[in-house]
């Protein structure tokens, strides 16, 4: 295994959860718009780097506080996109929209869900900046509990790695992920589509996410794939199915 560098069926059963609409008004509570001075110390390291985050963020790219460190970088989000082949994506923790956004611009029907109305408010508003917001749905709702209604080609999975901390730890293993462990996730994440995307920790064990792609029934194949930005490890992210290339890959 080798890290390297990173960046349709339709849509069948009923959905729950609230649909905020493509049109009218979208309410944003609580949005942090961070200028040049006036910095939160929490955010101020993320400040820097809102290029990275969204290349348009000069446009009008609205983030709360928790998207700052948990939006994936434009760059790796675009590479997301890029594996996907087309079809329906569903997102299933959308959070301020960056992987949504990609997706949808590579001429993919998205499904953006997300447990937080701010999130989703803001992804909205994002998407718009990008001119892709007829092209995503989305859902303010729990994954988990929508799982049983939705299927598609391929689930991304971004869940929460647990605030900043997480780089502190030597070994992340799965089940620090959040609201649910790594191998709960994957299993209702199977039932949903063929082809399931992992977006984790840098310092993740690769071992465990191996694992994932053995336990299944069949085998799944599985790529792991490093993702590199500024020429430093930033994240790691696995592809299970047909869209694995192989256990070797470079970006």
């Not at 729990?142 to 999975?157: H, I, R, T, Y």
């Not at 790529?223 to 490890?233: Q, S, T």
């Amino acid at each position: 295994m080798v890290l390297g560098e990173a960046h349709t069926k339709k849509m069948v059963g009923k959905r729950k959860g609230k649909i905020i609409k493509r049109r009218g008004k979208s309410r944003i509570k609580k949005a942090v718009v961070v200028k040049d001075e006036g910095v939160s110390p929490l955010v101020k390291k993320y400040w820097v780097q809102r290029y990275d985050l969204f290349l348009r963020y000069d446009q009008g790219i609205k983030m709360d506080e928790e998207g700052w460190f948990s939006v994936t970088p434009e760059k790796i989000a675009l590479r997301h996109a890029s594996r996907c082949g087309g079809g329906v994506v569903i997102d299933g923790f959308a959070g301020v929209g960056g992987n949504a956004i990609q997706f949808a611009t590579m001429c993919h029907h998205v499904i953006a869900i997300d447990i937080d109305p701010t999130k989703i408010a803001l992804a909205f508003e994002n998407a718009k900046i990008y001119g892709v917001e007829d092209h995503i749905e989305f859902i303010v709702g729990d994954f988990f509990q929508l799982a049983p209604s939705l299927k598609g080609n391929v689930v991304f999975l971004s869940p929460p790695w647990g605030g900043p901390a997480y780089s502190t730890k030597e070994s992340f293993t799965l089940d620090l992920l959040k609201p649910k462990n790594g191998y709960s996730l994957f299993q209702v994440a199977q039932r949903v589509a063929p082809n399931i995307i992992m977006y984790l920790p840098h310092n993740v064990d690769l071992l465990q996410v191996e694992e994932l792609a053995w336990l299944s029934s069949p085998p799944l194949k599985v790529e792991i794939e490093g993702n590199m930005l500024h020429g430093r490890l930033k994240s790691i992210t696995a592809y299970f199915g047909d869209i694995a290339f192989s256990d070797v890959s470079m970006f």
